[in-house]
């Protein structure tokens, strides 16, 4: 699946580290079209923004699509004329693409001579796997779910748990999460999902929960209401209905079909409701899907929405909705609408019930009138109820997913793992001089 290329983002000036902390040199392996607005990139950005605001120098090899970011220090690998395209999900292309990052991070690595190397992605790893050990640093790992189920979600190659392929590929990604010496997960979920089903050591995972900038994304309440009604004007969006907000990539694992029945079931009883999708690749497919539901009218698609712009678009509306059907990926969305203050509606998977705790709103998975019904509930029924869930939520944002206290994780995370380093060569050093003295 493939999108145009996005504009560049800006970003907050980076502040001093505080004194006396020690700085690392990292090298991030961001196997994906850095920086597209959605997902994955998102936690590249923050990690990378916590981790310079606290005085480590951060290099982000990536592939030669994407939206440069001031003030990062992007390193991409070689492309061709003419295809300078975002790419999203599993793709065959993406073999080639890794073949050329690898070559990119390699030279990166002898210019920086990195502390410890962090990988994003399985492809990351692997990359990353090669070089730790070509200058002995430290591997991490930052693993955002597994590989054959997010190629199953994406439907690669047609896969499925009864394909042929399916084994060799499962052996692939066990080998490749054994190479890292730290896994961080974006989820307690994705801790269990790697020593239940993979059997990975219990100590070398360490679960980094996904988090939000609470600057950036600031409660709906704090945003003007003459602003509001200018962007639902420019949007088309009549100010009488209710306004029903998702924000992420549009595809069937994200639950987009389920969230367009849910609205039809729910437009057949009220007429005032209005949907507000920010998203892609799909643009096109899901507005053929509303209009042949006879719902256009009442759905709105931005197609890709910049990063620095989602606040202000979240804050227009009454309830926010993410019917993600993954059951191993994070969910980050549900962190911005938890920071803007949106009572929340999600299917009932492990990752949103951790991330929203007994504040959120869960339909059983895969049943779209069960998500109608929810919606239903907050918007009507419970409409002064959600105001007061908003407020919970996003107070919960602020008090537990800080990406402040996530980059001070990760520095002492580092640190750990550069005395682990130090102790080893020690130890090889008093063996080998043990052995000539023998």
Same mark, same amino acid.
């Given at each position: 699946?493939?999108?145009?290329?996005?504009k560049?983002?800006?970003?907050p000036?980076?502040?001093?580290?505080?004194?006396?902390?020690?700085?690392?040199?990292?090298?991030?392996?961001?196997?994906?079209?850095?920086?597209?607005?959605?997902?994955?990139?998102?936690r590249?950005l923050?990690?990378?923004?916590?981790l310079?605001?606290?005085g480590s120098?951060?290099?982000?090899?990536?592939?030669?699509?994407?939206?440069?970011?001031?003030?990062?220090?992007?390193?991409?690998?070689?492309?061709?004329?003419?295809?300078n395209?975002?790419?999203?999900?599993?793709?065959?292309?993406?073999?080639?693409?890794?073949?050329l990052?690898?070559?990119?991070?390699?030279?990166?690595?002898a +210019?920086?001579?990195?502390?410890?190397?962090?990988?994003?992605?399985?492809e /990351?790893?692997?990359i990353g /796997?090669?070089?730790?050990?070509?200058?002995?640093v430290?591997?991490?790992?930052?693993?955002?779910?597994?590989?054959?189920?997010?190629?199953?979600?994406?439907?690669?190659?047609?896969?499925?748990?009864?394909?042929? @392929?399916?084994?060799?590929l499962?052996?692939l990604e066990?080998?490749?999460d054994?190479?890292?010496?730290?896994? @961080?997960?974006?989820?307690?979920?994705?801790?269990?999902?790697?020593t239940r089903?993979?059997?990975?050591?219990?100590e070398?995972?360490?679960? @980094?929960?996904?988090c939000?900038?609470?600057?950036?994304?600031?409660?709906?309440?704090?945003?003007?209401?003459?602003?509001?009604?200018?962007?639902?004007?420019?949007?088309?969006?009549p100010?009488?209905?209710?306004?029903?907000?998702?924000?992420?990539l549009?595809?069937?694992?994200?639950?987009?079909?389920?969230?367009?029945?849910?609205?039809?079931?729910?437009?057949? +009883?009220? +007429? &005032?409701?209005?949907?507000?999708?920010m998203?892609?690749?799909?643009?096109?497919?899901? +507005?053929?899907?509303?209009?042949?539901?006879?719902?256009?009218?009442h759905?709105?698609f931005?197609?890709?929405?910049?990063?620095?712009?989602?606040?202000?678009?979240?804050?227009l /509306?009454?309830?926010a909705?993410?019917?993600k059907?993954?059951?191993?990926e994070?969910?980050g969305?549900?962190?911005?609408?938890?920071?803007?203050?949106l009572p929340?509606?999600?299917?009932?998977?492990?990752?949103s019930?951790?991330?929203?705790?007994?504040?959120?709103?869960?339909?059983?998975?895969?049943?779209?009138?069960?998500l109608?019904?929810?919606?239903?509930?907050?918007?009507?029924?419970?409409?002064?109820?959600?105001? &007061?869930?908003g407020?919970?939520?996003?107070?919960?944002?602020?008090?537990?997913?800080?990406?402040?206290?996530?980059?001070?994780?990760?520095l002492?995370?580092?640190?750990?793992?550069?005395?682990?380093?130090?102790?080893?060569?020690?130890?090889?050093?008093?063996?080998?001089?043990?052995?000539?003295?023998?």
């Open positions: 699946m493939i999108a145009t290329r996005p560049d983002v800006d970003v000036t980076i502040v001093p580290k505080p004194a006396g902390r020690r700085s690392f040199r990292v090298l991030k392996i961001a196997p994906t079209s850095f920086f597209s607005d959605y997902g994955c990139h998102v590249i923050e990690e990378t923004l916590a310079q605001a606290l120098r951060v290099t982000i090899c990536t592939y030669h699509s994407g939206g440069n970011v001031p003030g990062l220090d992007i390193r991409r690998s070689l492309g061709w004329p003419g295809r395209r975002v790419h999203v999900g599993s793709s065959p292309y993406r073999f080639l693409l890794d073949g990052l690898s070559a990119r991070a390699l030279l990166a690595s +210019q920086v001579r990195p502390d410890v190397i962090h990988a994003h992605l399985h /990351g790893a692997l /796997g090669l070089l730790s050990r070509l200058w002995r430290p591997l991490v790992f930052d693993f955002q779910g597994s590989l054959t189920s997010e190629m199953i979600d994406h439907g690669f190659l047609g896969l499925t748990r009864q394909s042929r @392929l399916y084994g060799p499962r052996r066990t080998m490749i054994g190479l890292p010496d730290v896994v @961080l997960t974006s989820s307690h979920n994705a801790a269990n999902v790697l089903e993979f059997g990975y050591p219990v070398k995972v360490r679960p @980094l929960p996904d939000v900038n609470t600057e950036r994304f600031l409660p709906r309440w704090r945003v003007a209401e003459d602003k509001k009604r200018q962007l639902r004007t420019s949007l088309g969006i100010a009488e209905r209710r306004l029903v907000v998702y924000l992420g549009l595809a069937e694992y994200q639950g987009s079909g389920h969230l367009l029945r849910a609205a039809a079931a729910m437009l057949s +009883q009220h +007429q &005032d409701i209005h949907f507000l999708l998203g892609f690749p799909g643009q096109e497919r899901y +507005q053929q899907m509303a209009s042949d539901l006879g719902i256009a009218d759905v709105t931005t197609g890709r929405l910049p990063y620095q712009l989602a606040p202000e678009y979240l804050a /509306g009454d309830l909705v993410s019917p059907m993954s059951e191993t994070g969910n969305k549900l962190l911005n609408y938890m920071a803007v203050g929340t509606v999600t299917f009932a998977t492990p990752v019930q951790e991330i929203l705790g007994e504040l959120g709103v869960f339909a059983a998975v895969g049943d779209h009138l069960d109608a019904s929810k919606m239903d509930l907050l918007l009507y029924a419970g409409a002064e109820a959600a105001e &007061d869930l407020c919970q939520l996003r107070h919960r944002a602020v008090e537990r997913f800080s990406w402040h206290e996530a980059g001070l994780r990760l002492a995370i580092y640190e750990s793992l550069g005395r682990g380093r130090k102790n080893e060569t020690t130890v090889d050093t008093m063996a080998d001089g043990v052995h000539t003295l023998g």
